[in-house]
Nanobody, 124 residues
Framework: QVYLVESGGGSVQTGGSLRLSCAHS????????MAWFRQAPGKEREGVAT???????VYADFVKGRFTISRDNAKNTLYLQMNWLNSEDSAMYYC??????????????????WGQGTQVTVSS
């Protein structure tokens, strides 16, 4: 079992920045793949970015150049640095993890472990 706890969400104005964190625990080895997803009211959950244990990343087109995913394996923590936020970025952000590296190849919500989410609200 892997436990994921997100933090760092909040309210910010358009053009602002936030840094999300996701602490994972419960397993001897760090997940091969970790990711951030988001879900806005009335919309499907969508992939934001994935990162492999070795650092390889995949980003959704709508966040390229604005968001950066990273992980500190020594601290068992995943991060998402979000810059130049706009109202369309408002959503619940979820951390996800899996021990199948192939999970990182596509931004699909087919991960084994999920956090409870942290809310991000961007206002003009």
């Amino acid at each position: 079992q892997v436990y994921l706890v997100e933090s760092g969400g909040g309210s910010v104005q358009t053009g602002g920045s936030l840094r999300l964190s996701c602490a994972h625990s419960g397993h001897t080895y760090s997940p091969d793949c970790m990711a951030w997803f988001r879900q806005a009211p009335g919309k499907e959950r969508e992939g934001v970015a994935t990162i492999l244990l070795g650092g390889g990343t995949v980003y959704a087109d709508f966040v390229k150049g604005r968001f950066t995913i990273s992980r500190d394996n020594a601290k068992n923590t995943l991060y998402l640095q979000m810059n130049w936020l706009n109202s369309e970025d408002s959503a619940m952000y979820y951390c996800a993890a899996d021990y199948r590296p192939k999970s990182c190849s596509a931004l699909k919500a087919e991960f084994t472990y999920w956090g409870q989410g942290t809310q991000v609200t961007v206002s003009s």
